[in-house]
C-alpha cells in the first residue's frame, strides 16, 4: 500500500511557519541598524550590524529594573491562577454544592466579556486601595481567571470518582483530597495554564501602561512601548528592546512546548 502524500501539508505548513517568524526576524534585523537604515523606502532587509542599540535600550529606559518588575508580576500571577483557579475548577468538578452549574456558566460568560470593559472599575479600585503605581496593581486583577478554572476543571472531570470515594472512606476531607490526590494528577494541566499564564502575564501592555506612571515601576511592554515619541520613534533602539524582552519568553516555550501541546490536546481529547 502506497503511503499518501504529505509533500502539500508539509509546503503549507512551512509557509505557515515563515509568516509567523517573519515578525521576529524583522525585529532582530532592524534592532541591528542604524536609524537612517531602518527609514530607508524601500526598506533595507540586511543588517548595519549596529550592537550599540542594545545598551543604548538600558541608557533609555531602566530596562533592568522593568525587567525584574515583569519577573515578580509574572511570578505572582502565575503562581495565583495555578492555586486560585485549580481550587475553584475542583470545587466545579468534584463537590456537589447548590447552584453549581448556575455559578459555572457565570464563570463561563466571564470569557464572553472583553477585558477592556473592567479597565475603569479596576483601575477606580486600585485607586481606592491606593496601589497606583504598585506591583500590587499589576499582580492582583490577574491572579484569578475564568479561562484557567474551565481548562483545569476538565482535567478534574476525567478523573475517576472511586479516588474520591477511596479517600473519604480513609477519613481525608476535601482540603486533603485536592491537594494530596487531585493535584498531582492534573499536572499536564497545570503545566499548560502556567506556560499560558506566563506568556499573556510578560507580554501584557494595555494594564500596566494605565495604572502605573512611573518608569521604575512598568513592566517591560510598557516601558518600552514609552520609547515611541510624539514626532519621531527610534526604532532599532526600539526593536532591540523588544528582543531583549522577548527572549526569555521565547526560550521558555522552546523548552516546555511539548508540556504545553500535550496538556491542551488533552484538555481537548478528554472533555
Not at 2 to 17: N, Q, Y
Not at 129 to 152: C, E, M, R, S, Y
Request: hydrophobic share 55%.
Amino acid at each position: 500500500m502506497s503511503r499518501p502524500r504529505t509533500w502539500p501539508a508539509h509546503v503549507i505548513l512551512t509557509a505557515g511557519a515563515l509568516v509567523m517568524i517573519a515578525p521576529f526576524v524583522w525585529q532582530v534585523v532592524v534592532s541591528l541598524q542604524t536609524l537612517p537604515d531602518s527609514l530607508r523606502v524601500p526598506p533595507k532587509f540586511t543588517p548595519s550590524w549596529e550592537w550599540s542599540n542594545f545598551p543604548e535600550v538600558f541608557r533609555s529606559v531602566p530596562l533592568a529594573r522593568q525587567f525584574v518588575n515583569t519577573v515578580l508580576v509574572t511570578v505572582a500571577v502565575t503562581a495565583g491562577q495555578l492555586l486560585l483557579c485549580s481550587m475553584a475548577a475542583f470545587a466545579f468538578a468534584r463537590l456537589r454544592f447548590p447552584g453549581r452549574g448556575a455559578i459555572f456558566m457565570v464563570f463561563l460568560a466571564m470569557l464572553m466579556v472583553p477585558g477592556e470593559l473592567f479597565i475603569i472599575p479596576r483601575y477606580e479600585i486600585m485607586q481606592g486601595l491606593g496601589w497606583l503605581n504598585t506591583l500590587q496593581a499589576l499582580i492582583a486583577p490577574g491572579v484569578f481567571g475564568a479561562f484557567g478554572t474551565f481548562l483545569l476543571r476538565q482535567f478534574f472531570l476525567t478523573l475517576p470518582k472511586e479516588l474520591d470515594e477511596a479517600a473519604r472512606l480513609d477519613g481525608a476531607n476535601p482540603l486533603q483530597i485536592y491537594w494530596h490526590i487531585m493535584l498531582p494528577l492534573v499536572r499536564p494541566g497545570l503545566l499548560a495554564l502556567g506556560l499560558l499564564t506566563v506568556m499573556w502575564s510578560w507580554s501584557s501592555l494595555l494594564w500596566p501602561l494605565i495604572v502605573n506612571t512611573d518608569p521604575e515601576m512598568m513592566t517591560l511592554s510598557a516601558g518600552l512601548a514609552s520609547l515611541r515619541g510624539q514626532f519621531q520613534t527610534n526604532f532599532p533602539i526600539l526593536f532591540a528592546g523588544s528582543v531583549v524582552a522577548s527572549l526569555p519568553v521565547i526560550a521558555l516555550f522552546v523548552f516546555m512546548q511539548r508540556q504545553l501541546i500535550a496538556g491542551i490536546a488533552f484538555t481537548g481529547s478528554k472533555g
